[in-house]
């Protein structure tokens, strides 16, 4: 409840105090109750829609803001805090974040508007309590500025780039030296939004005019993407509610387009999740086997597959695609599009960046090894397998070739610095 001078009767809270209140749940739900970025944020526009729609803008940015540079602002808040930033309570941790997020990063918002909208947003979350706090650590980071460290390190770039030290150095090699903070500072960026244009539903062409009539651009971008800016939420359009448009990254397209032609093709997707290359698979064509060990997911990807038209392409089942004696018969193009950390996709996911640790790395290799050994049992001689993960670290998108088959060209890796999330993708043929 609101108190003290958050309160304004039938105003309601102070300007400005809504959008950081609105980020500051957001936030906690996410660092510390283990919530999506996104779903939380939606969840919380949805139930406390801002009077000001600005705020629902301001509140995305504070929240995708601090999520990305969390390292970053720890560790200009930390040297502040005389109990240590961990002691401190949640909603206070991140009302510092919040605070420090506008005073470095956001040049429009004055310093003063910054503390004083920080503290009003605690009393309108009933933490009166911290203000003085709030107060005392934020006018001490408008005084000092950030203080970040100037080495090569791990540590030095990780600060910089905000990013965990046991991500900086497979970044490092991954990417090589030379291009390392050129990609660190790219993973950093906001992905923009970017959307495949269904083929079954007009193509490009198609998708573009019903955009620009509801008054969206779309620009060509990478691999056959349309990059698209405007008003609000493109997929709050009848564009995407129709099917023209679906949300996918061009390095995740770039994986479809290397099984080449797929017109008539009989495709095996034996991590199919929520359907994403399924669908774009049977758009250009196939016709789709898609398993995944997640029914839901699965029940998501056949909607996927109704709302643009490719149902009939799309057959799914619910099926452990790692076990090696799994019946499916043989298909002339089997997509692995193996679970793993996802650190390729922090642009879009930035809280991945904190929740992954060095031994999912382990665990995460071990299943990708079974997925790809049992993957090639399905594949019919002449027939080609793409392996893909969106991570850069290299152990990921290693592992030996499977038995019987020919790794066709190098692995590829798709970087951040071009504009795209992260990706590993591998070729392999069965000899005819
Ligand atoms: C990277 S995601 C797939 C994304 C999906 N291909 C898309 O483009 O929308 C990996 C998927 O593998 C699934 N998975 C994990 N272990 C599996 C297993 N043993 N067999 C089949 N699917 C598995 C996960 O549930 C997850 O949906």
């Not at 040297?79 to 991140?94: F, M, S």
């Not at 970040?148 to 046991?166: C, E, F, M, Y």
């Not at 017109?263 to 789709?288: E, F, I, P």
């Not at 799994?326 to 650190?343: K, W």
Request: charged share 25%; net charge neutral; hydrophobic share 45%.
């Amino acid at each position: 409840m609101a108190t003290g001078r958050g309160q304004r009767g039938a105003g309601g809270p102070p300007p400005g105090a809504a959008a950081r209140a609105l980020a500051a749940r957001v936030l906690t739900d996410v660092s510390f109750g283990g919530a999506r970025s996104g779903d939380a944020l939606s969840a919380a526009l949805r139930e406390r829609p801002p009077r000001d729609p600005r705020d629902a803008g301001l509140a995305t940015e504070l929240v995708y803001g601090v999520l990305r540079q969390q390292r970053r602002l720890d560790h200009t808040l930390a040297p502040l805090v005389r109990q240590g930033l961990g002691a401190l309570e949640p909603l206070a941790q991140v009302l510092l974040r919040i605070g420090a997020y506008q005073l470095v990063f956001l040049d429009r918002v004055h310093a003063g508007a910054a503390v004083s909208s920080t503290q009003d947003a605690a009393r309108v979350l009933g933490a009166g309590r911290i203000t003085g706090l709030l107060n005392g650590v934020l006018r001490k980071v408008a005084e000092r500025g950030e203080r970040l460290p100037t080495g090569d390190d791990d540590a030095s770039v990780g600060v910089r780039w905000s990013l965990p030290d046991w991500l900086v150095s497979p970044l490092r090699e991954a990417v090589g030296a030379a291009a390392l903070e050129a990609n660190a500072s790219a993973l950093r960026e906001r992905a923009p939004n970017t959307v495949r244009p269904n083929l079954s539903r007009g193509g490009a062409e198609a998708a573009v005019s019903a955009l620009a009539a509801e008054g969206f651009t779309a620009e060509p971008g990478p691999h056959g993407s349309l990059v698209v800016s405007g008003p609000g939420d493109p997929f709050a359009t009848a564009a995407f509610r129709d099917g023209l448009i679906t949300p996918q990254d061009p390095a995740s397209l770039h994986v479809v387009e290397l099984l080449g032609d797929l017109r008539g093709v009989r495709v095996l997707d034996l991590c199919a999740g929520r359907g994403v290359k399924s669908t774009a698979m049977a758009d250009r064509g196939a016709r789709v086997l898609a398993l995944d060990v997640v029914a839901e997911k699965l029940a998501s990807a056949n909607s996927l597959a109704e709302r643009l038209g490719v149902a009939d392409r799309l057959e799914t089942r619910v099926a452990d695609a790692a076990d090696p004696a799994l019946e499916l018969g043989s298909f002339d193009r089997v997509l692995v599009d193996a679970p793993c950390t996802g650190v390729g996709t922090i642009r879009r996911h930035p809280e991945i960046a904190w929740r992954r640790e060095p031994a999912d790395v382990g665990r995460s290799v071990e299943l990708q090894a079974r997925l790809l050994a049992a993957a090639a049992g399905h594949l019919a001689p002449g027939g080609e397998l793409v392996y893909a993960v969106c991570s850069f670290i290299r152990a990921e998108g290693g592992g030996p070739t499977p038995e019987g088959l020919v790794e066709q060209g190098d692995a590829t890796l798709l970087a951040p610095v071009d504009g795209v999330d992260a990706f590993q993708v591998r070729r392999f043929r069965r000899p005819a």
